[in-house]
């Protein structure tokens, strides 16, 4: 799994750009244990910008998009003047670390 940086406890944007399904999987880890585990599935009509928290004491949190074989999606992830993109062709597994 790549490790792509580092977010601050609080809020963070993210956003799915695709024209088909994507599951993704939000993982929050806290001291080596997963501490929250939550499924969303995106499609071109729900790819607008969201605002999620990171839950407290939190160290690590793990995102996997998933789309169909054959299909790609844009996975981003804002906080500040952190921006990261991943793309999903057709999996990504993202980690970053909260500090």
């Known amino acids: 799994m790549p490790y792509i940086g580092t977010l601050q406890q609080g809020n963070y944007s993210f956003a799915v750009q695709t024209t088909t399904l994507v599951a993704v999987t939000f993982i929050s880890i806290r001291r080596d244990r997963i501490a929250e585990a939550e499924i969303a599935v995106y499609s071109a009509s729900t790819g607008a910008t969201q605002s999620r928290s990171i839950p407290s004491n939190v160290a690590r949190l793990v995102i996997l998009g998933n ?32 500090i």
Not at 81 to 91: G, H, I, L
């Open 67 to 98: 789309a169909p074989v054959g299909q790609a999606a844009i996975i981003k992830i804002t906080q500040g003047s952190n921006n990261f993109e991943v793309t999903a062709a057709p999996d990504a597994a993202i980690i970053m670390d909260v």
